[in-house]
């Protein structure tokens, strides 16, 4: 029963977080309470063309908005979220696919899996859900683009350290 | 967070308001403006325990930095800040976020928005002010483009936006062109201010609100 597998002092045969959202004790009742970072995290759908914004450059407003003093983004981490979203950015001259590219080829060395894509955004997963890395990528103009990095790191310690060591590397060439 | 203090008996401060008052005048439920007087007393009691919000908390909050200078976050200090007074209130705070609930309406965001871009209040957003808030930006993410590269973008959007061709963009065009790009609203919208009771269960679980009226 599930008290006993709570309380099963062998970490290896313990039930896990998933087995317990599933068992039909802990399921009555429940009412799932959505990750704010859920959204954060899913891959927009591609703008269609008809609608959607005219035109596929960011204008100058757009980039403003990017700014975290004017999305108070700040204020979610007032709020208690334990979990940490980093935002990083940089402008290139290369492509968008080839920036793609280099992200996935990266993400398959890592053994790391590809859960999402479309138009120039990029979803990667590792360590079993602990790490999640969604990239976009948007023109500024004929020759340049602005990559947006956001990435989650569920927990502390080396697992930190996987964009900055494994995937910043291997972008830099294509950094201004 | 370290700097919540907690008191045994609620003080309320100059500038509050009743939760159904404000329920009222804003998309929030009146548990949702409870759970916003939560995290304005932790905001407020941050440097100078006042039930005020100065703009250094402010900065603290946004930014974990009460230091760091940002073109943007003065700018909606100062649009939060509706009386003028130099602190925003709690009445302000919630009247305020109330812009950003996804369910306020688009008028008001598209409003904010452009009171928030008309740096110099002159009721028309400059070229000047554009180009100021780009490299505003720029710097903030530590980005880096050539100045033509910022003048091919800034040139563009002002050719977009201003119809009128009268080298600024006056709330008539901003209008038709936050119309024809939705997505420039965006940031005008905070999808967790919805439900904020069911998308911060520990923050609530650790406020006061339960000990208040029932």
Not at chain 1, 29 to 43: A, I, M, N, T
Not at chain 1, 67 to 85: A, E, F, H, Q, Y
Request: net charge negative; aromatic share 8%; glycine share 6%.
């Amino acid at each position: 029963m599930l008290l006993t597998r709570l309380l099963d002092t062998n970490p290896e045969t313990r039930i896990s977080i998933e087995q317990i959202r599933n068992d039909p004790w802990f399921r009555k009742g429940y009412k799932e309470v959505k990750s704010y970072l859920d959204d954060e995290f899913q891959l927009k759908t591609p703008a269609s063309s008809s609608s959607d914004d005219a035109g596929k450059l960011l204008n100058a407003f757009h980039i403003i908005s990017l700014s975290s003093g004017v999305n108070l983004s700040g204020l979610l981490k007032c709020l208690g979220g334990k979990d940490t979203v980093d935002v990083e950015r940089f402008v290139s001259a290369e492509s968008a696919e080839r920036i793609m590219q280099r992200i996935e080829e990266v993400a398959k060395a890592e053994g790391m899996r590809v859960t999402g894509k479309n138009g120039a955004a990029v979803r990667v997963e590792g360590q079993n859900g602990k790490f999640v890395l969604v990239m976009e990528i948007n023109r500024l103009t004929e020759k340049v683009v602005i990559v947006e990095v956001k990435r989650k790191e569920i927990g502390a310690g080396p697992d930190r350290e996987i964009w900055k060591l494994k995937f910043k590397p291997q972008l830099s060439e294509f950094i201004l | 967070m370290g700097c919540f203090h907690s008191k045994t008996t609620p003080q309320y401060t100059p500038g509050y308001e009743e939760p159904t008052v404000l329920a009222a005048a804003t998309p929030f439920t009146v548990s949702e403006v409870e759970a916003l007087y939560e995290l304005f007393k932790r905001i407020s009691s941050c440097i100078i325990n006042d039930g005020l919000i100065h703009k250094e908390e402010f900065q603290l909050a946004i930014f974990r930095n009460q230091k760091k200078k940002n073109l943007f976050a003065d700018r909606i200090f100062d649009l939060f800040d509706i009386k003028r007074n130099g602190v925003i209130e709690f009445g302000e705070f919630v009247r305020s976020l109330g812009i950003f609930h996804p369910n306020a309406p688009v008028a008001d965001k598209m409003a904010f928005a452009f009171r928030l871009y008309d740096l110099r209040h002159t009721g028309y957003i400059e070229r000047e002010e554009l180009k100021e808030m780009v490299l505003a930006l720029l710097h903030e993410s530590d980005l880096v483009l050539s100045d033509d590269v910022v003048e091919i973008i800034v040139d563009k959007t002002f050719s977009d936006a201003d119809t009128k061709g009268d080298g600024r963009i006056d709330p008539e065009e901003w209008r038709e062109f936050v119309s024809k790009n939705p997505s420039l609203l965006k940031n005008m919208t905070l999808p967790y201010l919805m439900d904020i009771t069911l998308a911060f269960p520990s923050f609530i679980v650790s406020s006061e609100v339960e000990d208040s009226e029932i």
